[in-house]
């Protein structure tokens, strides 16, 4: 049978695709691939399938996408193929180790699911191991032309970087329209038949929770369970999907300050909230202005600090955080600083100019998804400007044009509406800085038969499996291994508001 029953882009002649056979081979392709050799370390085999570039045309051009998968270990009970996906969109097939094995502190894994599900990690079409889109982007370039200084000079300087970023996708164009998550999860879909799998199972976070309530809109009766963590706004995912993220970001960087108030001792940044706030303020006024300071070897545009996404409240990114402010605050004041190699290292990546070709991808997919609000870059910087005063950390760049405001090519498709009743957990933490709760929120509305647990008191983005709370874990587990979900919302609580790798030990209480 198709594997397209229930996408109303249905056509007979992409049969052939859900039949095609396919080839395991070693994950690892060279003697440098850690990826790989990660892989096959967990035990897993790499493939590759052809897809359709634009499925509306299956005659047509096609592309492949990498996958990886490694079979359940206990095959007398095992529970099918659970799909994942780790967010981005970018590389995923390393999703499959840090669910198999677990890699403190990004996470504490789930062996039960490696014991019941053969689980399959696929990169995005043109990201990963696929073929690339052939953009240019030097890396970081993206990043920078976001942001804004006090002066209307510096906009437009962002809006030139910008137009640059855009038009050198043009060379793209017959593939940038079909870089949207409606076909990756067509993608997704040709796999579960290639796989000989009537359903599949699915665990995304981030922008995986994203594409998982796509492939759920478009293909109901292929999922069996589905765990969405920390999806996005459903309803505003795309170019300017960001636009009001700020007021998040600022309550991560309150949360943080606190902590570095309680370490004053150490990081000297200083001993209130208030204080450390301060102190960082220091480094976004010399940021604005757009002088480059000296850190080291580099001659570095502190307007970096906007870029560093800390993402989880953990005591080693609050550290590490700490000594790398410390490190920009002195460097904004004029002071003689020497990174560490670990702060060399992220300098060292953040001014390279070697070639991006993830950065493109991904705006690439976001640009598919639903176009920009506005091509005017005045609309954009009305925008800025009125919520400068309200948000003058986070929402210069968070409102600034993107490469979608000059994107040389439009979406093939709208944006896909997701409205279903089909039963799906979805997790989320309450002061999530990347994908804040109130859209997540918008998904468990969305999705009137889903179950929303919530991790009460947690700065961080992507919960399961990585906070390593034991509430939060028992509840997905139970779910992912026995299809049953809680009988009403639920919130986690964590004992410690600023835990490492191991989590709270709390039980679930009902909203």
């Excluded at 052809?50 to 270990?73: C, E, F, L, M, Q």
């Excluded at 390393?94 to 019941?116: C, D, E, I, N, Y």
């Excluded at 509430?471 to 979900?485: E, H, I, P, Q, W």
Aim: with cysteine; proline share 7%; hydrophobic share 35%.
């Amino acid at each position: 049978m198709s594997g397209y029953a229930a996408d109303d882009g249905r056509d007979a002649r992409l049969a052939r695709f859900d039949r095609q056979p396919i080839t395991w081979h070693s994950c690892r392709r060279n003697r440098n691939d850690d990826i790989g050799k990660t892989l096959d370390a967990a035990g897993a085999r790499c493939a590759e399938v052809t897809v359709p570039v634009d499925y509306s045309a299956p005659d047509g051009r096609t592309t492949t996408v990498a996958i990886s998968r490694r079979k359940a270990s206990d095959r007398a009970r095992r529970l099918g193929t659970l799909m994942i996906n780790t967010g981005g969109p970018s590389e995923s097939l390393s999703g499959v180790t840090w669910v198999l094995q677990g890699l403190p502190p990004f996470a504490v894994g789930s062996p039960q699911l490696a014991k019941r599900y053969d689980l399959v990690g696929m990169d995005p079409r043109f990201m990963g191991r696929n073929p690339p889109l052939a953009c240019g982007w030097p890396t970081g370039l993206a990043e920078k032309a976001a942001f804004v200084g006090l002066d209307r000079a510096s906009f437009d300087r962002s809006v030139a970087l910008t137009r640059k970023l855009a038009a050198r996708c043009a060379g793209q164009k017959d593939l940038l329209p079909h870089v949207s998550t409606r076909n990756i999860a067509r993608d997704l879909d040709v796999i579960r038949a290639v796989l000989g799998e009537r359903k599949v199972s699915y665990l995304g976070w981030s922008y995986g929770g994203y594409l998982g309530g796509v492939y759920l809109q478009m293909f109901p009766d292929r999922v069996d369970r589905m765990l969405l963590d920390s999806p996005p706004d459903p309803d505003t995912y795309g170019a300017d999907g960001a636009r009001d993220n700020a007021p998040a970001l600022a309550a991560e960087q309150r949360n943080w300050a606190a902590w570095a108030a309680r370490h004053d001792d150490r990081y000297h940044l200083g001993a209130t909230t208030a204080q450390v706030l301060a102190s960082m303020d220091v480094i976004r006024r010399v940021a604005d202005r757009g002088r480059p300071v000296r850190i080291g070897r580099h001659r570095a545009d502190l307007n970096l600090v906007r870029r560093l996404a800390l993402g989880t409240d953990a005591e080693w990114t609050y550290a590490r955080w700490s000594d790398m402010m410390r490190l920009l605050y002195d460097a904004a004041r004029g002071v003689k600083v020497t990174p560490t190699p670990a702060q060399e290292e992220v300098l060292a990546i953040l001014s390279s100019t070697e070639v991006n070709t993830e950065a493109a991808a991904s705006a690439a997919s976001r640009c598919a998804d639903r176009a920009s609000s506005s091509r005017d870059p005045e609309v954009y910087y009305r925008d800025i400007q009125a919520h400068r005063a309200g948000e003058p950390f986070f929402g210069p760049p968070n409102r600034n044009v993107t490469p979608c405001t000059f994107w040389p090519a439009e979406p093939a498709e709208p944006p896909t509406t997701i409205r279903n009743g089909r039963p799906v957990l979805i997790v989320g933490a309450s002061g999530d800085p990347g994908t804040p709760y109130a859209g997540q929120l918008v998904m468990h509305r969305a999705l009137t038969g889903s179950r929303m647990l919530t991790l009460r008191g947690a700065y961080r983005h992507g919960v399961t499996f990585f906070e390593g709370n034991p509430c939060v874990d028992r509840v997905a587990n139970r779910y992912l291994l026995t299809g049953v979900l809680p009988g009403t919302d639920i919130t986690c609580s964590r004992v410690s508001p600023y835990p490492g790798a191991s989590g709270s030990g709390e039980t679930p209480t009902k909203d």
